[in-house]
């Protein structure tokens, strides 16, 4: 450490550290309008101007370090000075806004402006006016103060040239480049933060501006909209377009997006009790400063009229609204009569990994206390639980200790099996491009990436070109090609000894067949060489597809494998499970699973067609949306004698039911959801209920207690808050202990496992589905997350669910494309024996041949029509594809 003083004041820092970042970090004052933390400096502003003892004249302190007994002034006259100098050349191109208006100096709070409106300060008519941070700058250095003005001694250059018009073409950012005072951070931000370099700095000299791909439109380029260029942009050039005019907030709320396992924390602004900007929270290490375009707009997917503001209950063929009493009689009622007459068993509950980890418990509480049956769970958990227990019998834990921030800091070796990470877990994607990055040097070395998927998603990109390879494998068979690698790796003589050493029985492995492939034979060099250097981290990730329990469990097997291979006993520490759905593991932490003899969902859809389940309680499920064999679900759910629904939106399972609760958005409610690496975190209320609706936690309270009573259950469900239910989690659910709602002050950092977890490790066998043959016209159907698509505006079929469109239709692969003669647009047909299905073509070429891709959100999860109801096998659904005449 050096010891160095600033303004006089004695401070310690780093030698070698950045001086701008000490100065900022230790609560003074400089102005650095072209700084970014932790990004080498561009120097292109001058603002930061310092006095250095023993310089010459005055110092960038971007550009400058840290050394031991170094002198810095940051506030004499000379320095103001010079700062007002560098700020009236920035200022003379700039917008002429009130700040630079030619009357600036002259008007005073409460004049009326030449403009004819009320001086109040500064940039009356910019949408930025107050969270600008040149006007702050100016601010703070007085320009336009005391006859200084903005411009002073510098021709008014914003006059002089024609402005180019603002892009106001997608639905979440403006760029007005007349406000651009060409700082270059979005250019930096987007090209070494997010690793996507959609913007560039285009012409010279004067006409220096910047571009957006090849210079047209954002939503042209390559942007995927996450807006980190806009956190960093100084001015109102790159604004977030909803509620770009209302966005000077009045209060802030952190708290955790809830669309994807990732658990990026985010901080919602709020103006009017209502959110109208989001931006990342720094509280999970892992999202750090970044989130991903869903954590930032879907605040704003969908109206308020959208979402349910009344509760109903069916009258009939009809749902009518209904008190909230008069909803609790009927639901009350309803389970109570089933139980009476069927017993316990015939009921069943569904909870959500959407929702929160206190409304889990809750339902399942429900089940368990008062009504006494096991049969609990939720759409998307076989899947998930085909993995988790997967992985638990390789590695012999039931929580994974791997901890995601291990990935960008340590990680050298990066497997990932994944459909495509980009758009399933943008920020997951993002942190291994970080640990990629040969940029990074000399802070860390870059790590190599094995991609292995069927489709080529953005990360394979940072695969080959960095020394690492994609493994194409058709789709399905992820686990075959894995399962062959480790077959290689378990003929090295040294990885064979070192896995005997740890336990590991070898023979239990398949053979797999050898592939000379280059692909192939990279990946087994870069494995090897990550065997044979232990004190390397690895890092091995798996996101299993939202269908396809056998598909999951084997290839969560074979990854397992492979990591067992490479790391032996420590190796549960670097293996990662990715469910694609936000709380999958809170929700099994606190119970919502069937235990005992109790049904999980397939069992429930089974019993509640055959009609030994009556009675079905879905608490922010929709089996309709997301169960493979959609007519097989609705036929179950149809037979049932009663359905009752917590939700937010009339989903299709909600139009079914007997009787509705109207819930909140995830952003209006309290609790805590457990991330992918257990990171419990919580979630604080940002926005006021629609209407009547309120947080299901409140109505499974009142529901459990209500129906306690009417079944003489002893249970209680006396909860004030949510805060209380958390409370009781930290007593019930192991892990959990220090989580308490008000008295945790790590939110963010604790993870409900323990770093050093280990547990009896074992080789498993893998068995995989032979290819089916493939006749002319027959594809592999893929299903997976999109990026852009919103959950909630899926659900109810809205058709801008995906607002720029970019997941929507049916991705076929463009060579495929002309042997079956269709153009990109054309509507086609993907039908099977189950169901006909109407989309737009779209021409790509990160579908393989002979498979088609649907977003598995699309137009309410449609393609789950196609898609067959769980058949034990790996191999992908078929359907064949017809053009539209
Ligand atoms: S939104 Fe993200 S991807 Fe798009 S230009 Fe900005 S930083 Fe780049
Ligand atoms: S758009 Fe914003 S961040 Fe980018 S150069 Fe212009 S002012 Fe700077
Ligand atoms: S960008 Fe900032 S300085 Fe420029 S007009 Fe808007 S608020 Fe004022
Ligand atoms: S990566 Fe996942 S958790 Fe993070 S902002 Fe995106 S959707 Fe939300
Ligand atoms: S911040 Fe140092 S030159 Fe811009």
Redesign the pocket.
Known sequence: MAKIRIDGREIEAPDGAPLVEVIKDNGIYVSNLCYIDGLPPYAGCRTCLVEIEGGRGLQLSCTATVRDEMVVRTDTPEVKSARQYVLSIINANHSDRCLTCHRRVKCMPGDVCLRDDVVTHRCLTCSKNYRCELQTTNDIMDVGEDSVEPWESEDRTYYEWEQPEPDRANPF?EFDPQMCIICTR?VR??AD??H?G??TLAGRGFSTRIA?GAGGQ?DE??????????DVCPTAT?MEKPNKWLARTEDWVSTVCNSCSVGCTISVGLRNGKPVIVKPDTLNPFSDDQICVRGRFHYDALKAKERLGRHMVRQGNQVAPSTLDAALDAAVSKLAAVKDEHGPESIAILGSPFITNEENYLAQRIAREVIGTQNVDFTAAPVNRAARNAAAAGFGLERLPADLTAIPERAKTIIVVADDLEESHNIAAMRIKDAVDPRKLPVREPARLIVVSARRGELCDFAEPFGGVWLQTEPGKEAALLSDLVAQLATDDAIKSAANAAGLDVSALADGSARDDDAFQNALAILRDAATDQEQEIAVLVAPKPAGIALASETTKAAANLALLLRGKTAASSFYLMPTEANVNGAHDVGLEPRDAGLDFEGIIDGAASGTIKALLVAGDNPLMFAPGRARVEAALKNLDALIVIDQIETDTAKLADVVFADVTPIAKDGTMTSADHRVQRLGAAEAPVGEARPAWQTLRDLGQQLAQKLGAPASFDYAEAADVTEEITVTVPGYERFHYYGYHSWGRGRAVADDASGEIALQQVSVSPSTASPNGDVALISGRTLYTNLEAAAIHATNADKLGRGDGAFVNQYDAVEFGIKDGDQILLQNGSAELSFKAVLTNTVPRGAVFVSSYYDGGAVNALLPSENGTTAPARVTLVKQT
Do not use: E, M, P, Y
Request: aromatic share 14%; net charge neutral; proline share 0%.
């Open positions: 950012f979005c931000a987007c933060l997010r996507t959609a913007i957006f954002i380029s390559n942007c995927d909209f996450c807006g980190a260029c806009v790159l």
